[in-house]
């Protein structure tokens, strides 16, 4: 692979690290989403080729990307969070995985990546990672980064946001209209008090932030109807709102789910 000029990404916002560290640390990421959203998996497996190359970029502790262990030939995961990549290195191990390559907490790691091992075929972005990223200017670093990452024309990104429609109306009403849907949330943790910024999404500002990245979308539909802290808790309710999601119009969705092409 030719080299490419890295396009540096700024430090996370200390407030974003502090709180992912305690999020992941304290068990209460795996607590609240201990599975995959079904809808979100069947997309995933229906945009990879057979024996194919995918990276997750914000891949947390491994949910999404753990699974595709059987239905890949190359796979990366890549994180901010030091303390996610330690339980995803741990647990790739214990799935017998050592081909997994974990990357991060530098950005750097992801241009070497691309290097040895070539280009994607699919990138993840998945459940708010985009969001979290309080700045325009560095979501749009981000994207250009993942566009880096997959095969010109055929590569796929596929990315899930909240939606601005369905979520944290009462702190979108405190922040103000000038906030333009990027709000502040706040968790208890075991008795601690987590603040995270969110950035909230309509289906035009992610077609937006997309193309000034480079991308086009292919296609934009709800992620699902239900919230998903009930979908990865109880199966029922899964087989339900992938259902629901099928007739759900994008703008409805409880998170907005985009095929972006590089």
């Given at each position: 692979m030719g080299h490419h000029r890295e396009i540096p990404k700024p430090e996370p916002p200390d407030l974003t690290t502090r709180s992912y560290l305690l999020?992941?640390?304290?068990?209460?990421?795996?607590?609240?989403?201990p599975n995959p959203n079904i809808s979100t998996w069947r997309r995933m497996l229906e945009l990879l080729p057979e024996q194919g190359h995918v990276v997750d970029f914000g891949c947390g502790n491994g949910r999404y990307l753990l699974r595709l262990k059987d239905h890949v030939g190359q796979a990366a995961g890549f994180d901010i969070n030091p303390v996610a990549?330690?339980?995803l290195s741990a647990r790739a191990k214990e799935l017998?995985?050592?081909?997994?390559?974990?990357l991060g907490p530098d950005p750097a790691d992801l241009g070497t990546y691309t290097e040895t091992h070539g280009q994607a075929d699919l990138v993840l972005c998945l459940f708010g990672v985009l969001a979290h990223i309080e700045a325009r200017s560095d979501?749009?670093?981000?994207?250009?980064?993942?566009?880096?990452?997959?095969?010109?024309?055929?590569?796929?990104?596929?990315?899930?946001?909240?939606?601005?429609?369905?979520?944290?109306?009462?702190?979108?009403?405190?922040?103000?209209?000038?906030?333009?849907?990027?709000?502040?949330?706040?968790?208890?943790?075991?008795?601690?008090k987590v603040t995270l910024p969110y950035q909230l999404f309509d289906?035009?500002?992610?077609?937006?932030?997309?193309?000034e990245a480079g991308f086009q979308i292919a296609k934009i539909r709800a992620e699902s109807v239900?919230?998903?802290?009930?979908?990865t808790t109880y199966a029922p309710l899964r087989w339900l709102?992938?259902?629901?999601?099928?007739?759900?119009?994008?703008?409805?969705?409880?998170?907005?789910?985009?095929v972006a092409v590089p």
């Open positions: 999020y992941f640390r304290s068990g209460h990421y795996d607590r609240r989403y990549l330690e339980m017998a995985w050592p081909e997994l390559s974990v979501r749009i670093i981000a994207l250009r980064q993942m566009r880096r990452l997959l095969k010109p024309n055929e590569g796929r990104l596929l990315i899930s946001v909240p939606n601005k429609a369905r979520r944290f109306l009462a702190e979108q009403r405190v922040a103000g209209a000038n906030a333009a849907g990027l709000i502040r949330y706040t968790r208890d943790m075991n008795g601690t289906p035009a500002r992610l077609t937006a932030e997309l193309a239900l919230p998903e802290s009930l979908l709102d992938s259902l629901l999601t099928r007739m759900c119009p994008a703008s409805l969705g409880y998170g907005l789910i985009a």
